[in-house]
Every structure is written in C-alpha cells, then in structure tokens.
C-alpha cells in the first residue's frame, strides 16, 4: 500500500491529516507491519494535553510495544474508542479506520510529505 | 545472516522476516494471530531448518548417557527424548530431542543459537569413547514442521507409512514427494504434529504440504505464542547456563541413578535453586513481557523477572512464565503484580501448562 499523498508523515512513522484546526493522528502501515498484529492500544483521554514529542499512548502487538509520541503541541479532542474491540484495525486499515487520536492543535511543527516519507522507509 | 533454502518460498509468500539464532527467518506471513489459530485449529507449516542436527553414531547409548543428563540407552530404536546438555557446573548449554535412529546410532536435534556449543561440547566429551563419532549435519538438513489437529490426516495421505501408529516422541522413515525423509512425531506448539527432515532442496516437499487443504505457513512470532501456551521454555528466556534444569522445573529429565555423566556432582548440589519458573496469568489485555520485574502486592522489593510473556491468542488473557524467589512463598492462586511499564498488573500463580489440546 501506498503512503497516501494527501497526508503528512513523521519519522517516527506517524501519518497526519490536517483538516481546518484538527490534526487526525495514525500510524503508518509500514509502521503496523513493522509491529506486527496489534492487540492492545492504550491512547491518552480527551481532554488532555498534547506535547510535542511527548509519549501519549502505546501500540502493543504480540511480540512488541510501540510508543505513540504526539507530533505536535495541542489538546487531544478524541480518540478512536473502536480500538478498544478491535485493535486490529490498525493493521488491517492504517490510515483510515484505524486512526488513533485526534488533536486540536496550536502550532504545527515541520512535517515530512508522502514523497519525503516514501525515501525515509525505502518505498 | 544464514537463510535456510526455503527463502525463496518464504519470499514469494511474502513473509516477514527476523533475525533469530544466527538466521533470517520467516516472523509471520500475514497475520500472526491468524497462524497461530491455523495452528490449534487446523495444521500450520513451519520451516525450522535452523535448528542444529548432530549425529552419533558408535558406542552411542555409553556416550549419550555420559555427555547428556538423561538416560538415552534406555530408549527403543524409533524413540525420541527431550533432554539437555548441561556444563560441569550443571548449566544449561542448551535443551535437545534427542531422536533414536538405530543400536548405535542417534540423532541430536539442537537450537540454533546454540549449535556450535552443542558440537564443541559433545566433541570434548568424547575423550573415553574412542569409537564414537560426532557429526554435525546440520548443514544437510533441512527441518519442517508441521503441526495442528489435521496434520495427521493431511500428512498421512502423502506418506507411504502408517501414521496412526507412530506413537507420540518417535521417529520413521518414509518417503514423501519421492524422497526418503525422517518423520519425528514431536513439536514446539502443544498440538499433535509431526516434524519432517528432508536431505537436500526441500523446496518440493514444502510446496506439497503447503497445496493441501487446510495447511497453512506459519511464522517464528506464531511459533513463541502457541509454545508458550504449551508452558514450553524457549533458550535464552527461560534457559541459561546461569540455570540448572531445576530451575526450570525440569529436575526429572535428569537421571542420577547413571553412575556419571557432566554436570552430575553439581546437579546433586543444587536441587534446590534459589529461583524457580511459575506460570502466570492476568486479566485484560495488557502483557508483561521478558525482563518486567514482579512484585508481591504492594511490596516494593522485586521478587524476579519475566522470562516470556504475551497476550495468549488462544486463552485471550496475558500470560507469562516468571522466574520467581522459590522463598517468596507462592503457590497455585497467589497473587502477584507485574510492573508494566510503570503500571502495576494483577498477575496470580497458575498450573502449566497453560494451554492443553483436548484429546
């Protein structure tokens, strides 16, 4: 699968959809792949506080744990509650159901393009 | 990295791979919850030709007896036992099946990480065994597996033996595909299964298997999920040379009425270890995994380590084998608090192991 070029990327494998004042915040499939089937996705409550570069949440999968780090500074304004039945969306549909975290953000740091990112992982 | 000679099929599966022992092998083919389940369920097909095959042949029942902590003579042509080879100290240098070929002959399955410590060791042991011979052929081997309820009747219709009577830990010649093949009834998953040794490219073989009904490939991730419902220690997470077999609860594989082999005086010494392996079990889904520390509720004091730990795929709850303070006075049911990763999860004591096929 493709990354998608409408989104943004991290390099650490986060995707991002930017609409108006809402960041969406997912994993990358390269990332889900990397992971292997997810069984368990721990995200942080709405509400609270986004920091850049701040650990907000954990991936776990059988035989890893991953580390969800905010990509930027804001305030979580939802979650992706579906997780909690079927975490293993976010292998079987990255970057759409299996979204993890939406943030209203307050500033954008620099993110990567779909072509920066597609040579970060050697696609 | 070494790659066995089914990477090319590995490859065009599209498999995921790891490093593991030395060997770049297949992780998983797609999902690995999925393999696992293939596994309990149906038949899932391992390649395994990592694992270390080391022949003995000569006065083989006199030097096996000495060089291993069980008792290999006493076993029947076509028999198979788990045994270890242990260091004069009684570490673990490694956990093998050990397979029974003829009088004077035997087949030592080893891991991989360990094949060299192994060959090195028996090699030195052979010292007052002049006619005995010990052959690493681990390069001629290729090793597959194939495990789950169905497997004795899919394997069963392609083998020219009777598979209903190879009992349970023995082995047998057969040819499949048209090649002469060793079939060892023996596993790494807790199911029914057989494990198949095939001389030269065994890529006709696996191609075979994998067309039939029912079977699927199955990955190193899928493998550590079912062996570890099966309460089966893994080398290097629950097996060390800093342990001896006690630790491990497996103080019966060694058989002291021999009147010597490696490691004996030191065995006799520590019947008692200071840690031991408990299974045990949590609700929810969160795992500790190998290295957490465990706690009695509320106490601050570690009382040791997980060696293994996941959500089990079968029982849908985390499990984990622990080596724990044998002081610290567990039992089946006590409870104990895993900290994971800065959390403290409710864990109690449970029999192993914790998965058991129905019969």
């Given at each position: 699968m493709a990354n998608p070029e409408n989104l943004k990327y991290t390099k650490e494998h986060e995707w991002i959809l930017i609409e108006d004042?809402?960041?969406?915040?997912?994993?990358?499939?390269?990332?889900?792949?990397?992971?292997?089937?997810?069984?368990?996705?721990?995200l942080p409550k709405v509400g609270s506080v986004a920091a850049h570069m701040k650990i907000c949440g954990e991936i776990e999968s059988t035989k890893s744990v991953g580390e969800l780090y905010a990509p930027m500074d804001g305030e979580i304004?939802?979650?992706?509650?579906?997780?909690?039945?079927?975490?293993?969306?976010?292998?079987?549909?990255?970057?759409?159901?299996?979204?993890?975290?939406?943030?209203?953000?307050?500033?954008?740091?620099?993110?990567?393009?779909?072509?920066?990112?597609?040579?970060?992982v050697g696609e | 990295m070494l790659n066995t000679l089914l990477k090319l099929e590995h490859d065009k599966l599209g498999a995921s791979f790891t490093e593991f022992g030395g060997?770049?092998?297949?992780?998983?083919?797609?999902?690995?919850?999925?393999?696992?389940?293939?596994?309990?369920?149906?038949?899932?097909?391992?390649?395994?030709?990592?694992?270390?095959?080391?022949?003995?042949?000569?006065?083989?029942?006199?030097?096996?007896?000495?060089?291993?902590?069980?008792?290999?003579?006493?076993?029947?042509?076509?028999?198979?036992?788990?045994?270890?080879?242990?260091?004069?100290?009684?570490?673990?240098?490694?956990?093998?099946?050990?397979?029974?070929?003829?009088?004077?002959?035997?087949?030592?399955?080893?891991?991989?990480g360990n094949?060299?410590?192994?060959?090195?060791?028996?090699?030195?042991?052979?010292?007052?065994?002049?006619?005995?011979?010990?052959?690493?052929?681990?390069?001629?081997?290729?090793?597959?597996a194939m495990q789950g309820p169905?497997?004795?009747?899919?394997?069963?219709?392609?083998?020219?033996?009777?598979?209903?009577?190879?009992?349970?830990?023995s082995i047998a010649t057969a040819v499949l595909d048209g090649k002469d093949v060793f079939l060892a009834r023996t596993g790494y998953t807790g199911e029914d299964g057989f494990?198949?040794?095939v001389e030269g490219d065994p890529s006709g073989v696996w191609q075979l298997l994998l067309s039939q009904e029912g079977v699927s490939p199955c990955g190193l991730a899928c493998r550590d999920t079912l062996r570890l419902e099966a309460g089966m220690p893994l080398y290097g997470h629950e097996l060390n040379k800093d342990l001896t077999?006690?630790?491990a609860n497996l103080g019966k594989v060694i058989r002291f009425d021999k009147p010597s082999f490696v490691g004996k005086d030191a065995l006799e010494q520590q019947k008692h270890p200071k840690q031991k392996l408990f299974g045990l079990q949590g609700d929810g889904?969160?795992?500790?995994?190998?290295?957490?520390?465990?706690?009695?509720?509320?106490?601050?004091?570690?009382?040791?380590?997980?060696?293994?730990?996941?959500?089990?795929?079968?029982?849908?709850?985390?499990?984990?084998?622990?080596?724990?303070?044998?002081?610290?006075?567990?039992?089946?049911?006590?409870?104990?608090?895993?900290?994971?990763?800065?959390?403290r999860i409710f864990y109690k004591v449970v029999e192993l192991p914790f998965y058991k096929r129905g019969r």
């Open positions: 004042d809402i960041a969406t915040v997912g994993i990358t499939k390269y990332a889900a792949d990397a992971l292997g089937e997810i069984v368990y996705v721990d304004t939802g979650v992706n509650g579906a997780l909690d039945q079927a975490p293993d969306q976010v292998n079987q549909d990255p970057f759409g159901d299996g979204w993890l975290i939406k943030i209203r953000y307050t500033s954008l740091p620099d993110l990567l393009s779909s072509t920066e990112y597609d040579a970060l | 060997w770049e092998m297949p992780v998983r083919y797609g999902s690995d919850i999925d393999e696992h389940h293939s596994v309990r369920n149906s038949c899932g097909l391992f390649d395994i030709s990592h694992m270390a095959e080391i022949r003995v042949t000569g006065q083989a029942e006199e030097f096996l007896d000495y060089a291993l902590i069980s008792k290999l003579s006493e076993i029947e042509n076509g028999r198979a036992k788990y045994t270890m080879i242990c260091d004069d100290q009684g570490g673990i240098i490694d956990d093998l099946i050990v397979y029974r070929l003829d009088d004077d002959e035997f087949m030592i399955v080893a891991n991989a094949q060299h410590q192994v060959v090195e060791a028996l090699k030195t042991r052979l010292e007052n065994f002049p006619d005995t011979r010990v052959v690493d052929e681990s390069g001629l081997w290729s090793l597959i169905k497997t004795k009747e899919v394997l069963g219709s392609l083998v020219d033996v009777d598979l209903t009577v190879l009992k349970y830990y494990e198949i040794f077999p006690f630790a889904r969160r795992a500790a995994r190998a290295d957490y520390e465990i706690f009695l509720p509320g106490e601050s004091d570690s009382i040791g380590m997980v060696t293994s730990g996941v959500l089990s795929p079968t029982l849908q709850v985390p499990i984990a084998l622990a080596l724990l303070n044998a002081d610290a006075g567990l039992e089946i049911g006590s409870e104990v608090e895993a900290d994971v990763r800065g959390t």
